[in-house]
């Protein structure tokens, strides 16, 4: 069964980082653009980062640039979500998602694969 497994989630104090892993199993992510996303409690999911398929090249939301850096192995088939500077404010669920035909930049184009998620707390 094609799906997409994120892991790497946990709890970690303010200031910390944590690396999260985006892997697919039953095919191969490299010609798939991959965006990560998040939910927070109460709150709607919103879209954070985005990879190309092409060309590996990384999209940021302004609230996580500077701070977070999303990068892909092809050949260990996953895409990892380096999250440093973490606030408290980052705490959320984590998706990532897959799309064949999927724009990084417009974010336009269907996302065909999901994960489950991945949960993310930031506390003292």
């Known amino acids: 069964q094609a799906q997409l497994v994120e892991s790497g989630g946990g709890l970690v104090q303010p200031g910390g980082s944590l690396r999260l892993s985006c892997t697919a199993s039953g095919f191969t992510l490299a010609p798939y653009a991959i965006a990560w996303f998040r939910q927070a409690p109460g709150k709607e999911r919103e879209r954070i980062s985005c990879i190309t398929q092409r060309d590996g090249r990384g999209f940021y939301k302004d609230f996580v640039k500077g701070r977070f850096i999303i990068s892909r192995d092809n050949a260990k088939n996953l895409v990892a979500l380096q999250m440093n500077s973490l606030k408290p404010e980052d705490t959320a669920v984590y998706y990532c998602?897959?799309?064949?035909?999927?724009?990084?930049?417009?974010?336009?184009?269907?996302?065909?694969?999901w994960g489950r998620g991945t949960l993310v707390t930031v506390s003292s």
């Open positions: 998602a897959g799309g064949l035909f999927h724009e990084c930049d417009t974010g336009s184009g269907a996302l065909d694969y």
